[in-house]
């Protein structure tokens, strides 16, 4: 009889603490898909492209990673400095000063090569991990396997975008 007891209580514990733990999780889970970040893919397959968090380092960069919308379109400053890192990073050689073409392919669309870089999100999966079609990875990390610290940032990037967003009739936030 006594142990009867002691079984009813020791299962009523168990109870209670699986009971505690559903709670937790089902609390995580609900915290965890309001911060949720946005799924990368790459331009190539369309496979998962993990990009550290810790890169989107600045408000406009966090910003993206959870809505995939860019905060710089239409920002004169940040367009300004766009310009500058697009002719930084060499991709004026292959798209040309204003961004129509060059060797590489015009990039204000809105007609794209790659149809999902009329988005930002998609645009920024093309720079970032490059194509099988001649384009290089440019993504801090990716773009020279001899340097993890070499490369375009997510925030570098965004501005870049935006420059080339403001010649195009498309914001890429549609
Ligand atoms: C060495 C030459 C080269 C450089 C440098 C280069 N690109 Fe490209 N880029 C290309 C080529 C070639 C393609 C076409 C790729 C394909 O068809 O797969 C391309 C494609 C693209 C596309 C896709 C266009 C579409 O129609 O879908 C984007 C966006 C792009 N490049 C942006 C950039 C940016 C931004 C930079 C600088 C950070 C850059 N590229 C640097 C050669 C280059």
Redesign the pocket.
């Known amino acids: 009889m006594c142990n009867f007891k002691l079984n009813l209580f020791l299962l009523f514990i168990l109870f209670t603490i699986s009971a505690c733990n559903k709670n937790d999780e089902s609390h995580s889970v609900a915290s965890s898909s309001r911060d949720k970040a946005v799924d990368f893919v790459t331009t190539q397959d369309g496979k998962p492209l993990p990009i550290a968090e810790t890169l989107f380092s600045t408000p406009a960069a966090k910003d993206f990673l959870h809505t995939s919308k860019n905060p710089y379109i239409g920002n004169a400053e940040a367009i300004a400095k766009g310009k500058k890192i ?1 002719q930084l ?3 004026t ?3 040309g000063p204003e961004a129509k073409g060059q ?3 015009g ?1 204000t669309g809105p007609d ?3 149809p999902k ?1 009329a988005t930002n999100k998609g ?1 920024f999966e ?2 970032w991990h490059g ?6 990875a ?1 993504g801090i990390g990716l773009m020279d396997p001899t340097d993890p610290n070499n490369g ?1 940032t997510p925030d570098d990037l965004l501005k ?1 975008i935006a420059w080339i967003r403001s010649m195009s009739k498309i914001t890429g936030n549609e």
């Open positions: 697009f990073y060499s991709c050689q292959c798209h060797v590489g392919p990039l794209y090569r790659y870089d645009m093309t720079v194509t099988n079609g001649g384009m290089g440019k375009i870049v």
